[in-house]
């Protein structure tokens, strides 16, 4: 509850430091990437290349939610290569072997360092890139590229797994989910940050397609912040809906196919945009 009252932007972090497993472990084979984003400040991260020298149908930069670190959220995408999708994962600052401390906007800086060292890539060259974002990292992605039209520009197709609508909408939910808490939903939302607001931007990220994922039985972040999404969004736009829980969504190979689907549909690459 005091957290929730002091509106520090640490109650969106969850970082763990020990990672659990890497993509040896489920039998995907990757790099180990160090990005220097200041002094105080350097990212970890995995690339994982496509299988037995494959094409390259594309590259996915994902960003994860609000817990754990990338090798508790590898599930998400460990899939891709096999499918032709290289993918790089980064951690935010604080996060598995990524240095700092976790706060909001000093994260926006972690996500475009990414971005940044990912189109300088030369697997990348010449191929489409989609972002795709899952919870806490869905709702910062989201508004990073609705804001920023260099990043927007270079991107074929953007895909929020699971986001939120404002922090003051996710804030207020929080507080409202438990009893020793309901009284102080408003003033929670009243002390949040109200200046990266996925839901004040989402429109802009057109005409950049967007895919919408959410989960019927999302008991973290509440469906109706997903169709909420939607409504404001302009097109091409898509929404999935599924019969499942928080950013459960890959766990289906049937969601795997229409994520597939949808990057195959939105594949087309300026080679301006490299």
């Known amino acids: 509850m005091i957290l929730i009252l002091s509106g520090c932007s640490t109650l969106f972090f969850y970082p763990e430091k020990q990672l659990v497993r890497t993509p040896t472990d489920v039998g995907v084979i990757y ?7 200041s002094e ?6 995995w690339f994982l290349p496509v299988n037995d020298n494959a094409e390259v149908k594309g590259t996915v930069y994902f960003l994860h939610g609000n817990a754990q670190n990338i090798s508790t959220h590898l599930r998400s995408v460990y899939w891709l290569p096999e499918r032709g999708y290289q993918v790089f994962l980064i951690d935010y600052r604080g996060y598995g072997k990524s240095t700092g401390e976790p706060l909001i906007p000093d994260v926006f800086h972690d996500i ?3 971005f940044s060292w990912l189109i300088k890539q030369p697997s990348v060259q010449q191929k489409p890139i989609y972002l795709l974002g899952q919870s806490l990292g869905a709702s910062m992605s989201g508004y990073l590229v609705a804001t920023q039209p260099e990043m927007r520009d270079k991107l074929s197709a953007v895909i929020l797994d699971a986001g939120f609508t404002s922090y003051a909408d996710i804030a207020r939910h929080i507080a409202s989910d438990n009893w020793l808490t309901w009284l102080f939903q408003y003033p929670a939302s009243w002390t949040m940050p109200t200046d990266y607001d996925l839901i004040d931007v989402v429109q802009k990220i057109s005409p950049t397609p967007l895919l919408i994922i959410h989960g019927t039985q999302d008991q973290v972040i509440p469906y109706e912040f997903g169709k909420k999404l939607l ?3 302009k097109q091409p736009k898509a929404f999935l809906s599924y019969q499942g829980g928080h950013i459960a969504t890959f766990n289906d190979v049937g969601n795997q196919n229409l994520l597939v689907d949808f990057m195959q549909k939105f594949k087309a690459v300026n080679v301006h945009k490299q």
């Open 112 to 114: 475009n360092a990414g």
């Open 40 to 45: 105080d400040v350097a990212l970890h991260g």
């Open 31 to 37: 790099q180990d990437v160090n990005i220097k984003v």
């Open 231 to 233: 409504a404001k969004a």
